[in-house]
């Protein structure tokens, strides 16, 4: 895997060691009605909590 993703979310399926990003893609959408402004309006689709 040759991707750097850095994310925080540590109950995250695909989350590892060092904040890696284990998803081989990740898909982020923006989480409002109008154009996305601020960090906190995105937002990752892929995330799966841990089981
Ligand atoms: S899939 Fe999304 S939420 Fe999960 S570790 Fe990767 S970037 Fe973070």
Redesign the pocket.
């Known amino acids: 895997m040759n991707q750097r993703?850095?994310?925080?979310?540590?109950n995250?399926?695909?989350?590892?060691k060092g904040n890696?990003?284990?998803?081989d893609v990740?898909y982020?959408t923006n989480q409002t009605a109008e154009e996305a402004i601020d960090t906190e309006d995105t937002g990752?689709?892929?995330?799966?909590p841990e089981e």
């Not at 995250?12 to 590892?16: A, I, K, M, P, V």
């Not at 890696?20 to 998803?23: K, L, Q, S, T």
């Open positions: 993703i850095l994310c925080e979310v540590d995250c399926t695909y989350w590892g890696r990003c284990n998803a990740i982020v990752c689709k892929t995330f799966k």
